[in-house]
C-alpha cells in the first residue's frame, strides 16, 4: 500500500497556479513535518518547502519563495503546496514526506519511501 499519495499535478501555463496534495497513510502526521520536493528532467531531486509540526514554521528554497505556500491540515493527514506564478523552470515531478522537523527535511532526513509523485509541465 502506497503510504505517501501526491496528486494535483497537470499542465498550466506560465504565470498559472496549481495546487498539490499530498495524503499520508499508515502515520498520524500530528508529530512529523511535511515537506515537499521535486525532479526536474536530467536533473536530481531537491528540496521545495517543508512546515514543522509543533510550530508550524515553514522552510521554502530560495527559486520559490514568495510564489509558493506549504500547508497542512491533520485532521485529513494531508499536505499540501499552494503553487502561484509558475515558471516553466517549476517543470518537474513532485513529491512529498516526512520528516522529524522541517530543518531535517532540508537535509533530506526523510522517513517514507517515496511515493509516485505529480508531474507538474509549466508551458512558456
Known amino acids: 500500500q502506497e503510504r505517501l499519495v501526491e496528486a494535483g499535478g497537470g499542465v498550466v501555463e506560465a504565470g498559472g497556479s496549481l495546487r498539490l496534495s499530498c495524503k499520508v497513510s499508515?502515520?498520524?502526521?500530528?508529530?512529523?513535518?511535511l515537506g515537499w520536493f521535486r525532479q526536474a528532467p536530467g536533473k536530481e531531486r531537491e528540496f521545495v518547502a517543508a512546515i514543522n509540526w509543533n510550530d508550524e514554521r515553514t522552510y521554502y528554497t530560495d527559486s520559490v519563495k514568495g510564489r509558493f505556500t506549504v500547508a497542512r491540515d491533520d485532521a485529513k493527514n494531508t499536505a499540501y503546496l499552494q503553487m502561484m506564478s509558475l515558471k516553466p523552470e517549476d517543470t518537474a515531478v513532485y513529491y512529498c514526506?516526512?520528516?522529524?522537523?522541517?530543518?531535517?527535511?532540508?537535509?533530506?532526513?526523510?522517513?517514507?519511501?517515496w511515493g509516485r509523485g505529480t508531474l507538474v509541465n509549466v508551458s512558456s
Open positions: 499508515g502515520r498520524d502526521i500530528r508529530t512529523y513535518a
Open positions: 514526506n516526512l520528516g522529524n522537523y522541517g530543518s531535517q527535511l532540508l537535509e533530506f532526513k526523510t522517513l517514507e519511501f
